[in-house]
């Protein structure tokens, strides 16, 4: 049971490093903005309107869950996104998984040491152009360890009533061992697997610098 536990609350807290949140596009599809990238734009999420999803394996069983509090800046340069830069900040400590118990287990020093690692962070000063959309080269940091990792996504913006948004969509796999998300029995991954599958789509709006 405490593997269980465990299991959902891994998912939610390393998703928070990762990467980034779930918003779907209005119902209605908006018009397409005026090119605004190609003079380069300035995003912030929108924090009521996006979401943040993981994916595990627990004893063969696919489990979800989402982290509720985060912060994303995207800066795209226009046509060629070589300059892009995109930040996101993961309030680790604000974790919820529905399950009073389990979180608190997730916040222990054996496993995110929310104490000493109250934020997860991923910082990308690199965007390139791919056969499905983009992706982001930078560092993600999780429970004071830094390593390289990529995140691919799609994105576009849209005109909704006078306002630039951009929605942002995407996935990658987050390895919770390579952090040091798992002390003494925690290391264990007969149980708690190792793979976490972050998803991710986010709700924008341009703004000034």
Not at 21 to 28: D, G, N, R, W, Y
Not at 47 to 56: G, R, V, Y
Not at 75 to 93: M, Q, S, Y
Not at 103 to 129: C, G, M, Y
Request: one cysteine or more; proline letters at 5%.
């Amino acid at each position: 049971m405490r593997y269980a536990r465990l299991c959902l609350a891994l998912a939610a807290a390393l998703f928070a490093a990762a990467t980034m949140a779930a918003a779907p596009p209005p119902a209605a599809a908006p018009a397409a903005a005026p090119a605004a990238t190609a003079a380069g734009s300035h995003f912030v999420v929108d924090p009521a309107k996006s979401s943040l999803q993981f994916t595990f394996e627990q004893a063969g069983a696919a489990s979800t869950g989402r982290f509720p509090r985060f912060g994303v800046t995207l800066d795209f340069p226009g046509a060629d996104p070589a300059g892009g830069r995109l930040e996101v900040t993961v309030e680790v400590a604000a974790l919820d998984t529905g399950d009073k118990d389990r979180d608190d287990t997730l916040k222990s020093d054996d496993l995110f040491a929310v104490k000493k690692f109250p934020e997860a962070r991923f910082s990308a000063q690199q965007i390139v152009k791919t056969a499905s959309g983009y992706e982001a080269a930078g560092k993600l940091t999780i429970r004071g360890v830094t390593r390289d990792a990529r995140v691919p996504f799609t994105f576009r913006e849209a005109a909704e009533g006078g306002v630039t948004a951009g929605y942002m969509a995407g996935k990658t796999l987050v390895r919770r061992l390579d952090f040091g998300v798992g002390q003494g029995e925690w290391k264990a991954t007969d149980q708690a697997g190792n793979d976490v599958t972050v998803s991710f789509t986010l709700r924008l709006t341009r703004a000034a610098h």
